[in-house]
């Protein structure tokens, strides 16, 4: 079988869409089949896709001024991508299209529909709320037309969270046309450390004994971070990793706040297995890549309590609360207090 996958952005550039695609990518891949991907020419921090026969990518050129200068995450494709993905999805038998307004989605799926050839489309943000209300409102009118056009066009929608997912019954017109479908998570590389893994993992960051809360993704408004640095307690030590400005990485250690640059996936699991609590208290989201990968890390996890998360409700080791800064400190003091013991080491077993 051919797939082909379509996506703003690809790995080296930092994301958790990026890291969905890519082990979408790999298991297809992985599974014997030809999988093309279609996306971006963008760098960044992140591990490149490793590519070979059975697994090509298709960078179009494309300009990222909006997240430059503003942080959104959305490219401006070259008009060449019309052509690229006109004669890919011909070459096609399968057609996954990641999110719903990104240039991309609805000419992949419109054509995927003309030529004959099935499509899925998963949306992992849904109606964001930005800190500009001109950009909140552009994108609520995007997804009113190529969102609407997306979701048509598709033969299946897939949704991280239960606003997602009426959003996508309102934009498809079908119910019977959307499932709720949880991010997958690379459990083969976030794994529980042992008691001498996170030991290592602590000596290679150079951490002392004081206790680490730990903050991944990108430093953005919407991801709470004012939230968490108002939160800050001397019984611990605030860790933010990920892309941002430099006005922002000032501020962040202006506060006290420990701030490190955006890494690859491997040693972004290193910082899982030496933090001892995880907190993400954001204003809105899909439903985050980091936050399941801390979790199949043995971290517990401090995240708002959105009216998104209820299919969420119940995982072990995710604390759900109000994203403000008392009640934030709070769980994550009572996180600390009762965090749950490492996987034991065989060697120290042995």
Not at 12 to 34: L, T
Not at 91 to 107: Q, W, Y
Request: with cysteine.
């Amino acid at each position: 079988m051919r797939v082909l996958l379509v996506s703003h952005h690809a790995p080296p550039h930092i994301g958790g869409v990026e890291n969905v695609v890519r082990m979408e990518a790999e298991a297809f891949r992985d599974a014997g089949h030809d999988v093309v991907w279609v996306t971006s020419a963008a760098d960044g921090a992140g591990s490149p896709v490793e590519e070979g026969p059975r697994l090509r990518l298709r960078r179009v050129a494309a300009w990222h001024v909006l997240e430059r200068c503003f942080g959104i995450a959305y490219p401006l494709f070259a008009p060449t991508l019309p052509f690229v993905l006109w004669r890919e999805v011909g070459r096609a038998d399968l057609v996954h299209v990641h999110g719903l307004v990104f240039p991309g989605s609805p000419l992949a799926a419109l054509f995927a529909r003309l030529r004959g050839r099935r499509c899925l489309c998963t949306d992992h943000g849904g109606l964001l709320a930005y800190r500009s209300r001109l950009a909140t409102w552009a994108l609520r009118v995007l997804m009113a037309t190529m969102g609407r056009v997306t979701a048509r066009s598709a033969h299946k929608l897939i949704a991280l969270n239960h606003d997602v997912e009426a959003l996508l019954v309102r934009l498809g017109g079908r119910r019977q046309k959307v499932q709720f479908l949880p991010n997958p998570v690379d459990v083969a590389t976030f794994q529980p450390p042992t008691a001498t893994e996170r030991a290592a993992a602590r000596a290679a960051l150079g951490w002392d004994e004081r206790p680490r809360v730990l903050c991944v993704g990108r430093l953005l408004p919407h991801k709470g971070i004012d939230v968490l640095l108002d939160a800050q307690d001397p019984a611990f030590e605030l860790v933010f990793c990920g892309p941002g400005d430099d006005a922002v990485r000032e501020r962040i250690r202006g506060r006290g706040a420990a701030c490190l640059e955006p890494r690859p996936r491997e040693q972004v699991r290193t910082l899982y297995h030496a933090a001892d609590v995880f907190a993400l208290p954001s204003h809105n989201e899909g439903f985050p890549l980091v936050v399941q990968e801390a979790l199949a890390c043995g971290l517990p996890v401090v995240t708002s309590d959105l009216p998104a998360y209820r299919d969420y409700r119940g995982t072990p080791g995710l604390v759900l609360c109000a994203p403000e800064p008392a009640t934030v400190r709070a769980r994550v003091l009572e996180a600390l207090a009762a965090r749950r013991p490492h996987a034991p080491d065989p060697a120290a077993a042995g």
